[in-house]
C-alpha cells in the first residue's frame, strides 16, 4: 500500500505537470517559484505568475508540512491529540478575458500518527458568463473520470460542490459548480492507491478541461461593460474565499501560510452598490444561473 | 429617561448632519438614498455615493429593525429567546487620494423585550500611510470627547480598539486605531442619557475629525507605485472586513442585508502575491507602525 511519501511525491510532481501544462495552453507565462519552510515542520513550493496571454493572475501551490495537532485542528477536525501529516496542489486561476472563466482545483491527502487518513479535492467552474454548453462540457469530463472509480461519485461530488461552494449572503452558488469531496477513504468499493490515482487522474484532467474553455472565450473580445462585469464577479470570488470558504478560513485561523493560502485572490477586484444587470442581458442570465442543482 | 424612539430618531438625525458635513467637506459629493424594508420588521437608509473630490466611494447606513431574537442572534450575543430592537448609524469612507486615509464611524443601540439595553461602537482611521502627527490629532480628538464622560473611557475604548481592529493572518492592525466599546450601559458614573449623548457626540465630531485628514492630505500629488500602494492597503481593508470583522460576519450570517453591510468594502481592491515595500520606504515605515498599544 501507498505511503505518505510516495503521495508527497506524487503531488509533488502533479504541481510540475500541471505548471507544464498551463505554460503551454498560455503561450506566455511564466511561473515564479517561492520555496518556503513552515517552522514547525514540513513546507512549500508556491507558484505563481502573473500577465500571460491568457491568465491574468494563476497560483499552483504544493505543500507537505507535519507536526502537532494543535487544539484548532482537534475542534474543527474533530479529532484528538497527535501528530499529522498533510500534503495537497491547490490551484486557482484568474483570466484576463471575461469570456474564460476562473477556475480552481484542490487534492489534499491527511494523515494521523494513529493511522487515520482521508484524501480531499476538488474542481469547480466560476465562469464570468455561464455558458451552457461550456458548464455541460466541464461536467462531463469530470462525470467520465468519477464513473472510471465508481459510479455513485459523481452525483455524490457535485452535488457536494453544489453545497460547499455557496454564498450564502448572495444565494448564488460561486458558478457552475463541478466535484468537492472529502473524508475518502478505502472502502469496499475502493483501494487506498485506486483514491491516490482518482486524485492525480484528477489532476491530470485539470489542464485539459481548463484548455477546452480557454479556446472556447480567450478570442472573444471584451467590451468596458464586460470588463466591469468581471471585476464584480471577482468581488464575489473574494467574498466567498474570505467568508464563506472553510479550507481558506481554516488555513487562515490555524496559522497557515497566509500568501500561500490568499494567492487564490484575484489581483483586482470591483465592489458596486447593489448592482443590478439589465433585464434580459447575459449578466442577468448569469445571476440566474448561479443555483444549487442545475443539472448540466 | 430617553426610550428607543428618541435613540432611533437621533440617530437618524445624526445620519442627516454627517452626510450634508461630508458633503460640505468634499465639495463635489452627492449621497444617493436607499431606502428599504425589512420583511420581519424595520428597515433603514442607505446613502451612498461615488467620486467625489474627495471621496472616492462612501456610504452612511442607518437602521432601525426590530423582531424575534433568532437563534444565531441567541448564541452569538449569549441571550435568550424574546423581541430585540436594533438601532444604528455605520460609515465607511474610501478616499480617492493615496494620503488621505480611510475612516469608520460606528454607533448603535440594542434592546430586548426584557428591558436589557445597550450601546456600541466605535471609530477608526486607517491611513494609507502612517503619519504620526496626523494619527496624534485623530486619537487627541478622541480623547477630549471620551474625558467628558468618563476619564476612564479613552484608555479603555482605545486598547478595545487595537484588539478589535486586528488583522491576525497578517499580524497587522487594520490602521491606527481609534476607540471602540460594547456593552455599554448605565452605571454609577454614567446614565443612559448620557451615553446616548456620548455618541451623538462622537457622531458629530466624526465629520470634523476627517475634515482635518481630508485637508493635511488631498492636496498632495500621489504617483503610480503610490496609487498600487494604496490599492494594496485597500485589499487588506477587505480581509479585515470579510475575514475578521465580527460585526460584518455576524451581520451577514445572521440575515442582516447583504448591500448594506457590505457597502464598507472599498470601490476597487488589488492582491499581489507576497508584495514587500523597499526598505527604508514610507511603505515600510507604515507596516511597521500597524502594531497594537502604539501610542499616538
Given at each position: 500500500m501507498i505511503d505518505k511519501t510516495q503521495i508527497r511525491s506524487a503531488f509533488e510532481s502533479l504541481q510540475k505537470h500541471i505548471c507544464s501544462r498551463l505554460c503551454e495552453i498560455d503561450g506566455n507565462f511564466v511561473f515564479h517559484e517561492d520555496n518556503w519552510k513552515r517552522t514547525e515542520g514540513g513546507g512549500g513550493r508556491t507558484n505563481v505568475g502573473l500577465n500571460g496571454n491568457v491568465i491574468e493572475k494563476g497560483g499552483v501551490a504544493f505543500s507537505a508540512v507535519h507536526g502537532s495537532v494543535t487544539l484548532e485542528m482537534q475542534e474543527q477536525l474533530k479529532m484528538g491529540a497527535g501528530v499529522f501529516f498533510a500534503t495537497g496542489v491547490s490551484i486557482v486561476l484568474h483570466p484576463n478575458n471575461v469570456h474564460v472563466p476562473i477556475i480552481h482545483m484542490n487534492v489534499r491527502y491527511f494523515e494521523l500518527s494513529n493511522g487515520t487518513y482521508w484524501f480531499g479535492g476538488g474542481i469547480d467552474l466560476t465562469p464570468h458568463y455561464v455558458v451552457p454548453k461550456q458548464a455541460k462540457m466541464f461536467h462531463d469530463a469530470l462525470r467520465n473520470v468519477c464513473d472510471k472509480y465508481d459510479t455513485s461519485f459523481y452525483s455524490k461530488f457535485t452535488a457536494w460542490a453544489d453545497d460547499y461552494f455557496f454564498i450564502p449572503h448572495r444565494n448564488e452558488?460561486?458558478?457552475v459548480g463541478g466535484i468537492f469531496f472529502d473524508q475518502l477513504k478505502e472502502s469496499e468499493s475502493i483501494t487506498k492507491d485506486q483514491i491516490l490515482q482518482f486524485c492525480i487522474e484528477l489532476g491530470n484532467l485539470f489542464p485539459e478541461v481548463y484548455e477546452e474553455q480557454v479556446l472556447l472565450g480567450k478570442n472573444t473580445e471584451m467590451t468596458s461593460d464586460q470588463l466591469k462585469w468581471r471585476n464584480l464577479r471577482r468581488g464575489r470570488y473574494v467574498e466567498f474565499n474570505l467568508v464563506n470558504d472553510r479550507g481558506t478560513k481554516f488555513g487562515l485561523h490555524s496559522g497557515g501560510r497566509t500568501e500561500s493560502i490568499l494567492m487564490?485572490?484575484?489581483?483586482l477586484a470591483n465592489w458596486e452598490y447593489d448592482f443590478m444587470p439589465q433585464e434580459n442581458s447575459q449578466e442577468e442570465f448569469t445571476l440566474k444561473s448561479l443555483v444549487k442543482g442545475a443539472s448540466w
Open positions: 452558488t460561486r458558478g487564490s485572490l484575484p489581483p
